[in-house]
């Protein structure tokens, strides 16, 4: 029934009042809002830290320059970019009204689109790399120039697919009227299909088929014994061969592990965008929302740090750097025997 209003002073002079919606009753999220904010806001810094470390530690010592270190640089670049791509964000979270202006909610998301394409098409090619040199070692695959012409592509691809396309009107902005953070709102669905496809979900499926080839082949090369007994040159030259395996072998565990963390923080978020693409009653709730894309930022700041605590190169430099003092030679005095650090 619609309720009547009646104001005290006017008695019988009652008019019926519209029927009012039953506003729903939302969980509070404050909670999560400031959690959210707070480790956006420690990710940035921590993010652009390391990743910037990386950089710095490539450009600056030779040791660390050499070819396989292209695509580190790439997926150290592409991980530092998502640190800035966050920027926009936070802000859009700090001030709401600005959610509403379809430049600023496209240039939140394409940013991050891009680099977190960047990022993963990186560690595809370096996959790559790793494959050549492992399942065909007989053969230079990978010159400086085939090396540099695949980082433009990947590089141009993403900017592309993820950022130019949206901006150039392949989106899903019709109207004033539309929700920011809800993708099929802002992007075209054939477009946000193919991105998460394309861009998402396939290069994990290659780098996974890659690396259980790796792992099958250095096994069965570890593992195979000679029929005959060689000679002593056969012998050495075998050696130095079985060492050379197992240091690329280790070296390809230490990047499996940054696969396996990058498929744990991104193919979760993009089995959600999936969903929400072809289940048009399904909508994720904010705090699902708001753990996937924490677990996709912190995955940025875990790169650097697998490569510069787990792989040898850059951990010897990194104590070169931090612990010149910890390297200090102990040199013993000839006539007291007593110890003294050289300068």
Known sequence: MADTNCSDDSAGNCTLAEPTAVAPSYPDYTGWLQFSITTQFLLIFIIFFTNATVLVLVARFRRLQVLENSFVVSLAAADGLLSVAMIPGVDITLNPNRAGNKYACLLLWCSIMFSSSASVFSLLVLSLDRYLKIVHPMHQFMTPLRACVLLVFIWSY???????????????????????????????????????????????????????????????????????????????EGARGKVWLRREFQVTKKLTLVLGTTTAAWVPTTCMLLRQIYDPTYYPTFETRVILSTMTYMNSAVNPLIYSLRIQPFRDVLSKVFCRRCQGAIAIHPSSGTATHSA
């Open 158 to 236: 993403t900017f592309f697919t993820a950022f130019f396309l949206p901006f150039v009107g392949v989106n899903g902005i019709s109207g004033p009227s539309f929700v920011c953070f809800n993708f099929k709102d802002v992007f075209n669905i054939a477009h946000l299909q193919f991105y998460c496809i394309v861009n998402g979900l396939l290069p994990f499926l290659l780098m996974f088929v890659m690396y259980g080839k790796i792992f099958l082949v250095v096994w069965e090369k570890l593992q195979a014994e000679p029929e005959q007994r060689p000679t002593r040159a056969e012998t050495d």
